[in-house]
């Protein structure tokens, strides 16, 4: 049998049309044109570098030198590999497109599915068990970029009113931790929490309340927020996302700005997800604790009256919150209970930014590279 | 006939004709099948994300040795022979080497800051700057190393082609050149890219044999000054055509002063969102206008960096046309940001088609006399170049 191919001694750029002629213990490498022995290979020091899923000629070469044999013909190939054990790689058939492009893509499909089921679910496992203290020092520098320039009310009877109430609400959830709302003057009408729970008011908000319970019931939402660690898994899905991105694209940086906003769409499905775990947890402690529960829809039905077209229901899966006339439908509840705050409380809670003093700067260096996504305001 | 000149000379010996030089054109030849391609690609994208991306060493060299294998110049395919393993150490060398960078500036931090804390300025933000500041020059620097370790492990005849030069004097030379082209509004342009082309071209070689690149910023200084005014023209009247077409807009459906007063000063959500579309609108429509002109300037810049290179007796031309440059920078771009990277291989397909088509060889290298190159090439691969995501394959 001849094998026609190109020899290259690994010495000089020249090519050389050469025939094969396979031995049980050696190769036989024959220049086409005179018939005269180029190399004699031994079987046992024979490769093929590469493999014929990949290369489209294997080249083989003897161990340890430069020079190489490239058989294009892949009929040729097929005989000699079935001639010769150690070229057995020159003879593997080449895969077909079709059902690899089918196999992995759907492997593909289901690891990318896999892993976010494991970032969605895992998130929700693993966010209790993150070390309080590194949730506090988080949101503390949070709290410093989101309200930093705004002063805090310093209101004693009003903060004392609210904490208290806060605390209640954390120990009907189980909340294990502390819990620490702070009041700042000026707007916009929200409230947020962020991790370590802490819960920042705005006075705006207290001051469009009619009474303590629509105020409670937006304390009663945040604390839902808090029971569910859902300011830590937040980040820890968006860092999923990030990562499953950074895998997908292969590092592309501008596929970057798509991706950004691909997992901002994401974030957003997440934070409608939270929000309406938020309103029922909501409206659960109110009723554990023997309290009216009736001011959470009440105050997302003074939301509408003020704005009355509802830009969560404009804009679909670009908003953050579910549509507000679904949140009041869904936390609808008879005014029934005892009141969540006694009047001298509710009238210290009003007058809460009496005097006011601004935050402290937070350490220098707890700053974290990437503000919180804005899922956990009101 | 006499041998002495009218001038008394002796008239030289009649010299033997050059042997004419052998100026065969040929192209190089691509025979790879996009589905293969997208075999071998789906199954990295599968591994990365089983991995978390620590798989794209292998991944990347694998889709290396399928492409360069495909690609035939004078009937020898290329090889590519490099590993994973050495993709792995280099970017892990790279991490060692900003850990110790890292290190050195909390040093800064503590002896200069910490003294006179400034607020909101942390030690993370002092690295961040200072990776922000260092981050270009070591793209560049990565670009060249990523260079030379990719030709160190090509193989053409069974040759070691490779690169020499300082990548650090590569890295120094962009740096300072790309920031003079940016306080000079980018009338450096041609300049830049010669010089820069330049280095990359005359220090590479295949085996023994370097390349030679006989460019000159002069020769297209011309053609650049005429794109570049012509750009400036075109930008104007995109944007006069726009406020015209905004205003006579606005008239036309009955705008009062008051209510375009009304829409700056109160803007609603709906408002902002049509000016986003509206923005949009406007990019498509200017990158219609401006991007053609881009790629005609492109395509010419390649076919001069093309025809000015040489490798001994080789010589190389192209014939790339403006609309094939559309395709290469426009198109390409389009496809792997719409289909979120999952058209890379379709992208890389088609760059190598273009190649094929438009890149022309004239003569042979005179193979006897190109021998093995005397370096092995780095040990590692391009670390940086890893880090700094500059990398197309």
Known sequence: ?378 | MSDITPWGERAPAPQPRPTPLDLTPSRPVYDGKLGELYGIYLRHLTLMVLTLGWSRFWGRTRLRRYLWNHVSVLGDRFEYRGRGIELLVGFVLVLAVLGIWAGLMWLVWEVGFEAHAIPGFGFMNLFYLSIVFIGIPLAFVGQYAGLRYKLSRTRWRGIRCGMAGSAWAYGGLATLLNMANAVTGRLLTPLVSVSLARPRISHAFFGTQRFDFAGSAGDIYGRYLGYYFLNVFVWILAIGLAVAAVIAGGMQLGFTAEEVEKLVTAPSLRTGLLLIAALVVLYIVFGLMILPLRCWWQAYLLRYLVARTRAGNVLFASAISTRQMWGFMVLNYLIVVLTLGLGWPWVMHRTLRLIARELWIYGAPQGAAIGQPPQRGPRFGEGLLDMFDVTGF
């Open chain 1, 1 to 378: 049998m001849v094998a026609r191919a190109r020899y290259y001694d690994g010495k000089v750029a020249l090519a050389r049309e050469v025939t094969v002629r396979p031995a049980s213990h050696e190769l036989v490498i024959v220049d086409a044109a005179d018939s005269s022995v180029v190399a004699r290979w031994p079987a046992s020091e024979l490769i093929v570098l590469g493999d014929t899923g990949h290369e489209k000629a294997p080249p083989v070469a003897r161990r340890g030198e430069e020079g190489r044999l490239v058989i294009d013909d892949a009929g040729l190939r097929r005989q000699l590999a079935g001639t010769m054990p150690p070229l057995a790689a020159l003879g593997r058939p080449r895969p077909a497109a079709l059902p690899r492009i089918a196999l992995f893509g759907a492997t593909l499909a289901a690891a990318v599915g896999l892993f976010w089921l494991a970032v969605d679910v895992g998130s929700g496992y693993v966010a209790p068990y993150v070390p309080y203290e590194l949730q506090r020092r988080l949101g503390e520098s949070v709290a410093e970029d989101l309200a930093g320039d705004q002063p805090l009310c310093q209101g004693r009877a009003g903060l004392a009113a609210i904490n208290g109430l806060a605390s209640r609400l954390a120990r009907a959830a189980d909340y294990p931790h502390p819990v620490n709302v702070r009041i700042v003057k000026g707007g916009p009408v929200n409230a947020f929490t962020l991790p370590g729970g802490i819960l920042v008011f705005y006075s705006d908000l207290i001051d469009l309340t009619r009474d303590g319970n629509e105020l409670a019931g937006v304390l009663a939402h945040e604390m839902g927020h808090v029971a569910h660690y859902h300011a830590i898994k937040g980040l820890a899905r968006q860092f999923g996302i990030e990562q499953l991105l950074k895998a997908m694209t292969g590092g592309f940086s501008d596929l970057g700005t798509v991706g950004a906003g691909g997992s901002l769409l994401l974030a957003l499905r997440n934070g409608r997800g939270f929000e309406r775990d938020a309103d029922a947890t909501a409206v659960e402690l109110l009723e554990k604790l023997g309290l009216r529960a009736d001011g959470v829809s009440r105050f997302f039905e003074r939301m509408l009256e003020k704005q009355p077209v509802d830009m969560a229901s404009v804009i679909g899966i670009w908003s953050s919150h579910p549509p507000t006339a679904e949140r009041v439908a869904a936390t609808r509840r008879p005014a029934t209970g005892a009141s969540a705050f006694s009047d001298a409380q509710w009238k210290a809670l009003r007058s809460v930014c009496g005097s006011t003093e601004p935050i402290p700067p937070a350490r220098p260096g707890a700053k974290p590279s990437a503000p919180l996504p804005p899922t956990n305001r009101l």
